[in-house]
Nanobody, 126 residues
Framework: QVQLVESGGGSVEAGDSLRLSCVDS????????IGWFRQQPGKERELVAAIKWGDDSTQVADSLKGRFTISRDNAKNAVYLQMNRLQPEDTAVYYCARTHPFARGLPSRRHDYPYWGQGTPVTVFS
């Protein structure tokens, strides 16, 4: 049974970096597209980045390109979100989500990801 667990969140100062991790204790992440979403206070949950199964093609939100990168380590059954030069507006709860196995493309909509972790909070102080 799929069970996604995020880690790596915390409180940092502007300009710092964090790396979030997502592991699946019940499934195989290499078979699925994995997305990192975030929900900022008072806002809708939005896609930050996604990485596709198979060819590991990636997608990063336009506003975050150059600062955020997504990667996976299949041997560790983990996906990572590297966040650099963090800003106060990056403050949010960050969620890992996955598609069904071998789903097509790099979906950006929440409903394309049926499995979710509990989220890890990130707070960036100015």
């Amino acid at each position: 049974q799929v069970q996604l667990v995020e880690s790596g969140g915390g409180s940092v100062e502007a300009g710092d970096s964090l790396r979030l991790s997502c592991v699946d204790s019940g499934g195989t992440l290499s078979e699925a597209t994995i997305g990192w979403f975030r929900q900022q206070p008072g806002k809708e949950r939005e896609l930050v980045a996604a990485i596709k199964w198979g060819d590991d093609s990636t997608q990063v939100a336009d506003s975050l390109k150059g600062r955020f990168t997504i990667s996976r380590d299949n041997a560790k059954n983990a996906v990572y979100l590297q966040m650099n030069r963090l800003q106060p507006e990056d403050t949010a709860v960050y969620y890992c989500a996955r598609t069904h196995p071998f789903a097509r493309g790099l979906p950006s909509r929440r409903h394309d990801y049926p499995y979710w972790g509990q989220g890890t909070p990130v707070t960036v102080f100015s």
